[in-house]
């Protein structure tokens, strides 16, 4: 089951992050803007842009070709684990929340990223 974060932002670019757990879709759909607003907060490291931030701010993975794989769910994991989530209005910060529990709840499997 996808958790929906995306009702009353129709028509606007949505995300969703997923797995597929014994069959079944398992993850979050979200209005691009709350992922905007996640990704945003991600610092470069040593001057440079690495794993999710790198694909964002390149326009590319999930932007070029969707579903996209997450190349490394651990180093996903590790960068949203950065981010001071206080800093996030209520909604994005569950938001994160959820992503960071999906990524740790789902290390070894494929999470896939998906632009509509």
């Known amino acids: 089951m996808l958790k929906n974060y995306y009702t009353g932002f129709e028509g606007y670019p949505e995300i969703d992050f997923y797995t597929y757990i014994n069959g079944e879709k398992t993850g979050i759909e979200m209005w691009e803007g709350y992922f905007d607003s996640i990704m945003n907060e991600l610092s470069p490291v040593d001057g440079r842009w690495v794993s999710l931030a790198y694909y964002y701010h390149l326009y ?5 070709e969707s579903p996209w794989v997450i190349p490394d769910n651990k180093k996903a994991l590790e960068q949203f684990e950065t ?19 999906l990524l740790k709840d789902n290390l070894d499997n494929e999470i896939f990223i998906e632009c509509s």
């Open 60 to 64: 590319e993975g999930w932007h070029d």
């Open 83 to 101: 981010i001071d989530i206080k800093i996030l209005d209520n909604v994005t910060q569950e938001v994160m929340m959820k992503l960071i529990k």
